[in-house]
T-cell receptor
Framework: AQSVTQPDIHITVSEGASLELRCNYSYGATPYLFWYVQSPGQGLQLLLKYFSGDTLVQGIKGFEAEFKRSQSSFNLRKPSVHWSDAAEYFCAVGSWRGSTLGRLYFGRGTQLTVWP | ETGVTQTPRHLVMGMTNKKSLKCEQHLGHNAMYWYKQSAKKPLELMFVYNFKEQTENNSVPSRFSPECPNSSHLFLHLHTLQPEDSALYLC?????????????????FGAGTRLSVL
């Protein structure tokens, strides 16, 4: 069965520091991977996605993620964190069911706190 | 602005009330979803509608009743809820490619309705 694990429930970094949020997935075929961000009181906003091709994908707000098939990982990174990046981050894997609509499986999320 | 609008943003209701949540998408998508987000739990997919037909119901109690009159609108009718149903209810939409290949399911989310059941 498909599943997503985000090992870190809460991460705290200083503004300007680098950031890496971990995501591991379990999926029997080629995964479609996503990172979403949720600010307080808001819905989920798509940061970036991986379908195929280059394993390093760029997203919005200066984020990037790298797909590593051998490690079943899709970690999110940012070289320099801004205070406005404080939010909850969700990793998700998309399934494929032939010609019917797929679905997303979400991790539990990682809450990011940024110190000034 | 994601193109998915949910109303109301906040709702407080008693256990005997009947209320409805509304979701509207302006993206031309043909699939819509209801999710429940509770504190300290992963997002729970509740219902999926594809071309107005319900394609998934994840063992959701009957006190939640979805309605999808067209591809742009989705409702969640609520009645005799329990306090544990208090949560953020998120709506999402996507475009089902309908092809025989993999579905690149990019879902766009609304801001959610924060529901409190007293």
């Amino acid at each position: 069965a498909q599943s997503v694990t985000q090992p870190d429930i809460h991460i705290t970094v200083s503004e300007g520091a680098s950031l890496e949020l971990r995501c591991n997935y379990s999926y029997g075929a080629t995964p479609y991977l996503f990172w979403y961000v949720q600010s307080p009181g808001q819905g989920l906003q798509l940061l970036l996605k991986y379908f195929s091709g280059d394993t390093l994908v760029q997203g919005i707000k200066g984020f990037e993620a790298e797909f590593k098939r051998s490690q079943s990982s899709f970690n999110l990174r940012k070289p320099s964190v801004h205070w406005s990046d404080a939010a909850e981050y969700f990793c998700a894997v998309g399934s494929w069911r032939g010609s019917t609509l797929g679905r997303l499986y979400f991790g539990r999320g990682t809450q990011l706190t940024v110190w000034p | 602005e994601t193109g998915v609008t949910q109303t109301p943003r906040h709702l407080v209701m008693g256990m005997t009330n009947k209320k409805s949540l509304k979701c509207e998408q302006h993206l031309g998508h043909n699939a819509m979803y209801w999710y429940k987000q509770s504190a300290k739990k992963p997002l729970e997919l509740m219902f999926v509608y594809n071309f107005k037909e319900q394609t998934e119901n994840n063992s959701v109690p009957s006190r939640f009743s979805p309605e999808c009159p067209n591809s742009s609108h989705l409702f969640l009718h609520l009645h005799t809820l329990q306090p544990e149903d208090s949560a953020l209810y998120l709506c999402a939409s996507s475009q089902d490619r309908g092809s025989s290949g993999p579905i690149k399911n990019i879902q766009y989310f609304g801001a959610g309705t924060r529901l409190s059941v007293l």
